[in-house]
């Protein structure tokens, strides 16, 4: 962990992305993040194959949107600590001239991102502190406006993000609010934990709040999800909704068992 990060990072309280950071086999995360990731893991033993596919969904997503839909900007939302084969990276080997903004709520992201995720010559990115749970403070950012033209196409990037949103009526009005913003021809990629593949004893020990981090999540049920999305009258791509892991698998790739996954991911599109 560098020295010079941020006197605002809490290093006492979990935090989801340095949690994630740390099932994925990195480094940047703290005591605390990697007591709650052991925790979860003891209940899930299979939550490290579930944040790979998560990962994996992602560049699978911006690769399809970039190469058969022509999407060249991104906003990615809950971006996570940094890695290998990021939104960016991914759309810029396709076009050099995409262009990423990242929003994340943990000071760390932000300062790792700004300091490793650098844009091709020809591109843009840019980084922004917010939260999902306030989108119009995602908007009204001058560096989002600065970045991407809110006049043409953006996929919208929610990805392990939405299910800290416990509210319903909440995540439904931050996808209305950020799609409302966007022209038809937009797209919504979303990935979510749910304990719909889960045995009852895994789920109930999950949602109880008792396993240490994991009152901070809303695992939501595939139709859930999928009221999400019709409620905003996006129209799913192929395959639909599915488990990330099953969702255009790279070719010769056996998904594994959606138990040992427990994500779902879609991604939608703004007529």
């Known amino acids: 962990m560098a020295d010079d990060v941020s006197s605002t990072v809490d290093s006492s309280t979990a935090h989801p992305a340095r949690r994630y950071n740390y099932w994925l086999g990195g480094k940047d995360n703290f005591a605390a993040d990697r007591e709650s990731a052991d925790a979860i893991e003891a209940v899930f033993p299979h939550i490290r194959t579930a944040a790979v596919e998560n990962r994996r969904f992602l560049q699978r997503a911006v690769r399809v949107l970039a190469e058969q839909h022509g999407i060249r900007q991104f906003l990615d939302i809950g971006t996570g600590l940094p890695t290998a084969d990021n939104t960016h990276q991914v759309a810029q080997r396709i076009d050099p001239a995409s262009r990423v903004v990242y929003v994340d709520n943990d000071p760390l992201v932000l300062t ?17 502190s917010a939260d999902l749970e306030n989108p119009e403070s995602i908007l009204a950012n001058p560096d989002l406006a600065a970045t991407l033209d809110l006049s043409r196409p953006v996929a919208v990037m929610l990805i392990a993000v939405l299910h800290f949103v416990h509210d319903d009526k909440q995540a439904d009005e931050a996808i209305a609010t950020l799609l409302g913003a966007l022209p038809p021809g937009s797209f919504l990629a979303l990935t979510h934990a749910t304990a719909d593949f889960l045995p009852p004893e895994i789920a109930a020990a999950l949602t109880s709040g ?12 595939g139709s859930q999800i999928t009221r999400l999305l019709d409620d905003n009258g996006l129209e799913l791509l192929e395959p639909g909704l599915t488990v990330v892991s099953e969702w255009r698998p790279d070719p010769g790739v056996t998904p594994p068992p959606a138990e040992h996954v427990s994500v779902y991911g879609a991604v939608a599109r703004k007529p």
Do not use: D, N
């Open 112 to 128: 790792h991102a700004r300091a490793l995720l650098t844009s091709a010559p020809e591109g843009r990115t840019a980084y922004i």
């Open 210 to 221: 008792q396993v240490r981090g994991t009152g901070s999540f809303e695992g939501r049920s």
